[in-house]
């Protein structure tokens, strides 16, 4: 069973910029994906970016258009973590901010019944 950690999370003014960092205790298939979803109060999970790459190092990032161009999502294989970078935060990107994960080539990453392991959330929070 994979655990993923979450941390990074706070609180910013709006234009700020803020780190998360997800941690899995494992991840040994040869592919993978990993992906942060968000959800807002009295709102659905929503896709916020996903990453798919394989143990060669050879990977592929893709994005909402909500946070393109101002978030980017990366992986350091080595320590099992994802990582993402939110730079010109908005109010509008509150939310809870959870990771994902699956030992597989997710095919609909935007999906998030698509995943198997789920982190337990972190808040971010953008003032105006």
């Known amino acids: 069973q994979v655990q993923l950690v979450e941390s990074g999370g706070g609180l910013v003014q709006a234009g700020g910029s803020l780190r998360l960092s997800c941690a899995a205790s494992?991840?040994?298939?040869?592919?993978?994906?990993m992906g942060w979803f968000r959800q807002a109060p009295g709102k659905e999970r929503e896709f916020v970016a996903a990453?798919?790459?394989?143990?060669?190092?050879?990977?592929?990032?893709y994005y909402a258009d909500s946070v393109k161009d101002r978030f980017t999502i990366s992986t350091d294989i080595a320590k099992n973590t994802v990582y993402l970078q939110m730079d010109s935060l908005k109010p509008e990107d509150t939310a809870v901010y959870y990771c994902?994960?699956?030992?597989?080539?997710?095919?609909?990453?935007?999906?998030?019944?698509?995943?198997?392991?789920w982190g337990r959330g972190t808040q971010v929070t953008v003032s105006s």
């Open positions: 494992e991840l040994t298939a040869s592919t993978y994906t």
């Open positions: 994902a994960a699956d030992d597989a080539f997710v095919v609909m990453y935007w999906d998030y019944t698509r995943y198997d392991y």
């Open positions: 990453i798919r790459g394989n143990k060669w190092r050879e990977s592929n990032d």
